[in-house]
């Protein structure tokens, strides 16, 4: 079990990221203070249950190309098994995390990246009845599409052609439950709190114009397959989040979308999807 640092003066914030609820405690109150300017839409207040991440400032200055504390920046990971949990590092932080307590203490600079790329890997242990995906969360007449693909897909552009509709541009959760697939908004990166019945899929390529077409369930799971953020350390996890992909692939519509800038994708989109 972790034991945390001897006692400190210490400022605490709540947030709940899907259905995940979590509090972050820090002596480093101008870190907390980058949390409300990330996820100020998602706060909440402090729940019973509520996974613990305390985070320790070291000396290490952040990366030098990094533009503000608040700016993304992703670092290679390397990841072990510990007796409750794991121990999750990058060239300039290092989180361990107890699964069994459900608390986590976190070391590195006084940034936001240290604690996006430890949520990559956590979220998806904590979330155990869906899936974490790389996709915009869009909201539609008759529930919401997302909209998935690599960096460079589409998926900001999308949403911001959605004209206010769009719930979060770049993660969204998935509950599987009863046949029925509901998405919810994650806090990444320009996002507000909202969910809805997943109506559709979208898999994003630029093009010169608009063009929209149905994929099986075989393709939709292999396109899918790429954007899920894996519990790769954990194989029951894994094998959870397997079948969830598979059920995903089987209950919602999937389709190729070839878009233009340009808002009237999302008549196409209205009139073929929702």
């Not at 794991?86 to 608390?103: A, G, N, P, Q, W």
């Not at 940034?111 to 869009?138: C, F, K, Q, T």
């Not at 909209?147 to 998926?155: D, L, R």
């Not at 969910?195 to 939709?220: D, I, P």
């Amino acid at each position: 079990m972790l034991e945390l640092a001897e006692e400190v003066a210490l400022s605490q914030a709540s947030f709940v990221f899907g259905e995940v609820h979590l509090r972050f405690e820090s002596p480093d109150r101008e870190w907390l203070s980058y949390l409300s300017r990330r996820y100020g839409g998602f706060s909440m207040p402090p729940a019973e249950k509520a996974f613990l991440l305390r985070f320790e400032p070291t000396a290490a200055l952040p990366p030098a190309d990094l533009a503000s504390p608040l700016a993304p920046h992703l670092e290679a990971v390397d990841c072990e098994p510990t007796a409750n949990g794991y121990r999750v590092r990058t060239e300039t932080t290092d989180c361990e995390i107890d699964l069994v307590s459900r608390h986590a203490v976190l070391h590195g600079p006084s940034a936001m990246y240290p604690l996006d790329n430890v949520l990559r890997h956590l979220l998806p242990l904590l979330w155990e009845d869906g899936l974490i995906l790389h996709s915009a969360l869009v909201g539609v007449s008759e529930g919401s599409v997302l909209a998935s693909g690599s960096s460079g897909a589409g998926k900001s552009t999308i949403a911001r052609l959605a004209r206010g509709r769009a719930l979060s541009d770049e993660l969204a959760a998935i509950r599987l439950a009863d046949g029925e697939a509901r998405a919810i908004a994650l806090p990444f990166w320009e996002a507000r709190p909202g969910s809805a019945r997943l109506s559709a899929v979208l898999h994003l390529r630029h093009a010169a114009s608009h063009r929209l077409e149905r994929v099986r369930a075989g393709e939709a799971l292999r396109k899918l397959a790429s954007q899920v953020l894996w519990p790769v350390w954990d194989e029951a996890a894994m094998a959870r989040s397997f079948a969830y992909l598979a059920q995903l692939a089987e209950a919602v519509p999937a389709f190729n979308l070839s878009f233009a800038p340009t808002e009237d994708v999302w008549e196409l989109i209205d009139r073929e999807v929702s």
